[in-house]
């Protein structure tokens, strides 16, 4: 199986694969409105703006597993997030990250990229995937590492 073989869904509810991100970098991150974290959408947003065009996507999955900081339904998510930090990159339907109802993207995504002491569970809001044009998960950050410092590495990679 790879990551290409997962299928998503978008905020606004249409079924998409991970196979229309082939030959792309990829940065997977779960997202909230309302974590100490919730600026970096402007990091990201930045990031998304300077490599879209060299086949680089920022794909956000909200999720609602960490302290009820994203308790808004899909359509508000999408209109706070462009609202405040224009954003354009694609958005998901807010997901489960961790836990026995993980959507089968994040098991992936923690099977091949373990946290600290190599536990797999996300651990909080805007933990972030790297993975490279050929689907491999290269590297995983946590949460209050900015998008900013993850610049190197998707450069790198591009």
């Known amino acids: 199986m790879s990551i ?3 299928n998503v869904k978008t905020i606004k509810g249409d079924e998409q694969s991970l196979a229309q991100y082939k030959g792309n970098v990829l940065l997977i991150v779960n997202t909230a409105s309302k974590c100490g974290f919730t600026k970096q959408y402007a990091g990201l947003q930045a990031l998304y703006e300077k490599y879209k065009d060299e086949h680089f996507e920022i794909l956000g999955f909200p999720s609602n597993q960490f302290a009820g900081q994203e308790p808004e339904e899909n359509e508000e998510i999408l209109s706070f997030c462009e609202l405040n930090f224009g954003v354009t990159f694609p958005l998901f339907t807010k997901t489960d990250v961790k836990g026995s109802a993980a ?12 946290g600290l002491l190599g536990i797999k569970a996300v651990k909080w809001n805007f933990t972030k995937f790297l993975v490279d044009r050929n689907g491999n998960v290269i ?3 946590a949460p209050n590492v900015s998008p900013e410092k993850i610049e190197t ?5 591009l």
């Not at 959507?103 to 373990?114: I, M, S, V």
């Not at 590495?153 to 990679?157: G, S």
């Open 103 to 114: 959507h089968p993207l994040f098991q992936y995504l923690t099977d091949h990229a373990p």
């Open 4 to 6: 290409y073989d997962i």
């Open 139 to 141: 590297k995983r950050y």
């Open 153 to 157: 590495d998707i450069k790198q990679l």
